[in-house]
Every structure is written in structure tokens, then in C-alpha cells.
């Protein structure tokens, strides 16, 4: 997991991030150090923060981010946005540049994905399938048998999934996709490990690749995805943007891809804070309030309300009047809850934001890594797996001074590597 932020006002961006990289298996959770933060042109201040999956199409993406960046030579671009629509036609095509042949991402590596994909689509299906059981569909005295409310629990599951899939753009084809899954579901039985794989499909083999393929065509990235931070100054831009993209995967159909948008620095927004992934701690100390606990809150409020209505309803004998008292209760809450954010934004985002336009460099910087480093000490200290760890890596991109590192862990001795080209990179 991931804690990361992104700080902008019209002098320069700042972007940190944690080192935590969490794979977990059926067997263990462990948490290993990897690198979050990149320079993405060396011609020019634009780098990326990557959270989510460290891979697209199981390749890593400091690989990819390292290719394309050795790739693009001195080619600039006229916005942060341009250059991230380049970054993902560069995905589009497996991972290589125009006048490349070589594709990083190949068949094998789409292979591999789309089994995940298989088995994701199974488990969620299993997952609900689980929730209606627990809801009380159960064998009855009337006689019906374990497997026939089984079966009707699986085919509901499989209606509700299908219908929350949005339709495929023009040009993308489930069927496609549908013999890639069916050759990787059918080369399981064959690998020496696939009394690992928890899947038994039996006759619902046919649902759960048609949903996997048809989320694969549609494009969407669901849960599952890696998310790409873009930021920094183009040719024509005087201050600062970012662009924010998350990337699925890359199938017979295309790239699956969401373009999240993002936000330039102008004359009538002069500074912007925003963190990514893990934000609770970062959001808290931004609003003033854990946002758990204000949805607590706003759920004990409207207990509170609707018992007292009760009450007076029942000692009032206006039980005709319970309506009206209802939508009286809803108008409350919606006002308690727009005070409450309100009184946030006014007294703690506000001056948060106002202040940021005036910081220096350095104390962006600070401020950045204090976050990050304050979301790993809540982890460490409460019963939460510690998915944000320390070292955190800082830059601060500017239009003059460019790409520079503030804080960075490195994987070998300084000292060691003199006139190593290494030393340069990022």
C-alpha cells in the first residue's frame, strides 16, 4: 500500500511518497521497499508518482517509467497533460516507443494478467454469493437442498455483476478476449502448481470468463489498478499541473485506462494539496476530522433523531404525522452535515491552502514528508498492518530549477559509484 501527496502553488510542486510495497498471499502479508517517485523527462520538469499495483500487465512500472523516459530523448511537450496522454499511448502499444519493435508488456505478460483478472472476477463472485447466505438464504424445512440455494445465490450474483459492467466503447471485442481467458483458464489444469489455484468453477466456468471479458472490453479498472500522479510544467505552461491517470491493464482490446483529471495553478487557484491511496491521516489533519468519524457521527445523529420522533409521535398520538416528522429529520441531518463541512473547510482547509501559496520550497517539502511520515507512525502505533513505512522520497519540480530531489533512498554507496552515470538518475 501507499501514502502519497502532492503539494503545488505557483513557484513549484512537491511530491513525497512513502517506500511500502505490500504483497500478500495466502499464506503471509509482507511489506518491501520500492521506489514511488520518478523524473519522467530529462528534458524537461515533469515527473509521476505511481500508487496501487506496482505493475501493469505484471511490468513493474519503474521499468516502464525508466523506458519511456531513456526513450523519449529530447522530445518536450506543450502540457502535463499531453505528455501524460503520450505516457498512456505509450502503454497502448505493450510498453514502447513509436520506433520501437520491442514491446515490454508481451503475450505472456497479458496472459498472466488476464488469469488474475479470472481469478478476481471468481472471488468477487464467491464474495457475494457469501453475503446473500449470510442474509438468510438457507436450505428450508420445505425441502429445498443446500445446492439449489447455492445455485440461486451464484445465478442472482452473476445477474447483478452483469449489470454493473458498463457497455464496451465502439471497436473493443469481448470475444477477443474471451478465447485469450479460455486458453489461459484451460493451461491451469497443466501447471504443476494448480492444486493452488481456489477455483472450481463447474457449470459457472462460461459466466465468470464472459463478466471477465466484458469488464476487460469495457475498459473499467475497478479496484485493481495502478495509478499514475503526473506533474510539473510543459513548454507552454508557466505554473504548475498535474494529470492523474489509472491504468487496469493491457489486453486484445486495448489499454484499460480512467483519466482522472487534475488541476493547474492560475491566477484564480494559486495553490493545491491532494494526497493519494492512503489518505485518511492526511485528510484528517486537512478537514480537521477523520472521516470515519464523522460518518459515525452523522449516523448517531439521525438514531438520535429518528428515536426521538418515535417518541414524540407515540406520546403525541400524531402517528399520521410520522411522515412529515421524517423528511423534517433528513432536512436537520443535511444541514448538520453542510455546517460541519462548512466550519472544515473555513477553519482548516482554508488557511491550510492560503498559507501554502506562500511557502517556500523547502517547507513545502517539509511539510509533505511530515504527512507522509505522520501516516506511518499511526500505522505503527495502531493494530493496522503497517502499509506506510519510512523512507520517504521527496522532489520539488519547478520551471527553472527542474527535476530535484530533496529527500531520496538509494540502493547503493554513493561513495562506491563515482562517475557512474547512475548517479544521475532517478
Known sequence: MTSEILMMNETCVVLAADSAATVESERSTKVFSTDKVFRLSDAQPIGVMTYGNA????????????????????RMFGSVPEC????????????????????LITEAHMDVQAGHMVLRTWNALLDRVRERMDEGYAPSSGGRSFDKVLRKCMEESISEMRASIPDAPDGTSVETNMGRLKKVVSSWDSRPDS???????????????????????????????????????????????????????????????????????????????????????????????DESLRAEIAINVSHILDSSTQWIVGASGKETQMETFRLSNDDTLRQFDESIQSYSFHNYMLPVK??????????MADLAESLIKLTSLRRRVSDDYETVKEPVDVAIISKHDGFVWVRRKLYFERALNIGCGILGRS
Open 55 to 74: 505493475a501493469v500487465s505484471w511490468v513493474p512500472v519503474s521499468l516502464l517509467v525508466e523506458s519511456y523516459r531513456d526513450g523519449l530523448n529530447d
Open 84 to 103: 501524460a496522454e503520450n505516457f498512456r499511448a505509450f502503454l497502448s502499444r505493450g510498453g514502447r516507443h513509436e520506433e520501437s519493435k520491442t514491446p
Open 195 to 289: 492444486h493452488d489455484i481456489p477455483l472450481a468453477f463447474g457449470d459457472f466456468a462460461e459466466d465468470v470468463i464472459d463478466i471477465t471479458a466484458a469488464r476487460m472490453s469495457a475498459g473499467e479498472c475497478g479496484d485493481d489498478f495502478t495509478g499514475l500522479v503526473f506533474a510539473g510544467y510543459g513548454t507552454d505552461e508557466n505554473y504548475p499541473s498535474f494529470r492523474e491517470l489509472r491504468i487496469g491493464g493491457l489486453f486484445d482490446s486495448g489499454l484499460q485506462a480512467e483519466d482522472m483529471g487534475g488541476v493547474a495553478i492560475d491566477a484564480g487557484n494559486t495553490s493545491w494539496i491532494e494526497a493519494f491511496a492512503q489518505r485518511d491521516v492526511i485528510d484528517a489533519y486537512l478537514t480537521g476530522m
Open 354 to 363: 492560503n498559507t501554502l501559496r506562500f511557502l517556500p520550497k523547502d517547507e
